[in-house]
T-cell receptor, first 115, second 113 residues
Framework: ETGVTQTPRHLVMGMTNKKSLKCEQHLGHNAMYWYKQSAKKPLELMFVYSLEERVENNSVPSRFSPECPNSSHLFLHLHTLQPEDSALYLC??????????????FGAGTRLSVL | GENVEQHPSTLSVQEGDSAVIKCTYSDSASNYFPWYKQELGKGPQLIIDIRSNVGEKKDQRIAVTLNKTAKHFSLHITETQPEDSAVYFCAASISGGYQKVTFGTGTKLQVIP
């Protein structure tokens, strides 16, 4: 166990559905991240939060809406997704953003399929 | 921005042989280079990392080398075992207030018993 828990592990949704992905870290970290992992492509950074404030929004479409209510929890709200959004969504956390504090610990991911 | 290229995309080795995965980066400001291992059904896990003030780092059967002049770094796994089979990702991080990590495309390593 990495100390980062993601739920659900698998999600199938239609293009008109609204769903949310949840991430919880038990490491006492201050920074949390959402990544998208698609086949044969590098990990794509989506959002970064530090102390509950968003510090990076990497040109992500508005149909993905992050929420960080506290430093231990991170959500990704999904609505009107497209089939090309099907991927593994990974959450990560780190002690901080700078230097040696930026070592990231990943959850197991949510496998999302958009029909 | 930073660009990280990783080769090969797939690698098959016999158990007990060595495996080498190579990465190049584009931004000379990068100063932190982690390697992650991702097993089936799991998220990436950090296995070793190296900073730009060091040329080589070892941890048991795993070693990483860094050539700052050529802007490339490599992962070496010796005496491979079936449990080493996984996808390996290299990454590079640019120094600054917020160190964004850029990942390579991954190498699928298969160790044949």
């Amino acid at each position: 166990e990495t100390g980062v828990t993601q739920t659900p592990r698998h999600l199938v949704m239609g293009m008109t559905n609204k769903k949310s992905l949840k991430c919880e870290q038990h490491l006492g970290h201050n920074a949390m991240y959402w990544y998208k992992q698609s086949a044969k492509k590098p990990l794509e950074l989506m959002f970064v939060y530090s102390l509950e404030e968003r510090v990076e929004n990497n040109s992500v479409p508005s149909r993905f809406s992050p929420e960080c209510p506290n430093s231990s929890h991170l959500f990704l709200h999904l609505h009107t997704l497209q089939p090309e959004d099907s991927a593994l969504y990974l959450c990560a956390s780190s002690q901080g953003l700078e230097g040696t504090k930026n070592i990231q610990y990943f959850g197991a991911g949510t496998r999302l399929s958009v029909l | 921005g930073e660009n990280v290229e990783q080769h090969p995309s797939t690698l098959s080795v016999q158990e007990g042989d060595s495996a080498v995965i190579k990465c190049t980066y584009s931004d000379s400001a990068s100063n932190y280079f982690p390697w992650y291992k991702q097993e089936l059904g799991k998220g990436p896990q950090l296995i070793i990392d190296i900073r730009s003030n060091v040329g080589e780092k070892k941890d048991q059967r795993i070693a990483v080398t860094l050539n700052k002049t050529a802007k490339h770094f490599s992962l070496h796994i010796t005496e491979t075992q079936p449990e080493d089979s996984a996808v390996y990702f290299c990454a590079a991080s640019i120094s600054g207030g917020y160190q964004k990590v850029t990942f390579g495309t991954g190498t699928k390593l298969q160790v044949i018993p």
